[in-house]
């Protein structure tokens, strides 16, 4: 394991992830990653590789979707909470590294990368991991794909007022230049060792790896960013309101970077 996944690893086992997707707006991504992905999902019982699981907020609904889930993550305590949470309800799971999957091609009719390329940040292992996603998906397959955004340190920095610390520029100014962000002092809410990437970069690794793209949207829009909304998030009326909003300039270029994270649909095809 490279200094970098170990970081990464260390930042995972000592960080609740869990509680990140389930609190307050931090639902609004995975709200949102639920209704683009079923867009494409096949129908149950598929089966589906969730790469870079985490602890299963997504193999939780998928498996109350109907959906055969095999979890595979790089850090060990993910795995065991996963499996301690979902292994009755058929969830299967495995330590393993997204740039070199345990299975024979043609495994999975879904194969889903949606935390993996957030910390791979030579572009050469972020196409390795989705060349095996696309190895291990089936022909046709469908291959979700999430990113942070370029832009995700300037407006957390800004909403968060890290912004006004000198050495917080600098990591921001760094995340411009190249997309790669670190976190060298280990300064809480900084993040971990991580790349963020530009839309069009984005699509680009997607087509290198001979993944046809369907669709590359932004997840969380504006609102992720406007902390004063999370109130109207408890109320479903108001609820509705915000995804409408969201999605009415998910697509949009215009605004695509707005988004702390987005989320590409591919397919394996034979183009």
Known sequence: MGRDIADVVAHYESSLEEDRLSVG???LELVRTQEILRRHLPAPPAQVLDVGGGTGAHADWLLADGYGVHLLDVAPRHVEQALNALGSRGLTADV??????PFPDDSFNVVLVLGPLYHLQEEADRIQALEEARRVARPDGVVGVAAINRFASLFD????EFIFEPEFREVVERDFTDG???NPQNRPHWFTTAFFHRPEQLEAEIRSASLSLVELVGVEGLVGWLPHLEHRW???ADRDVILSATRLVEADPAVIGLSAHLLAVA???DD
Request: proline share 0%; aromatic share 0%; hydrophobic share 25%.
């Open 267 to 269: 397919r394996k095809t």
């Open 157 to 160: 920095g800004l909403v968060r």
């Open 25 to 27: 707006l931090g639902a």
């Open 180 to 182: 790669r962000h670190s």
């Open 96 to 101: 393993g590294d997204a740039r070199q999957l």
């Open 234 to 236: 408890t109320n479903e």
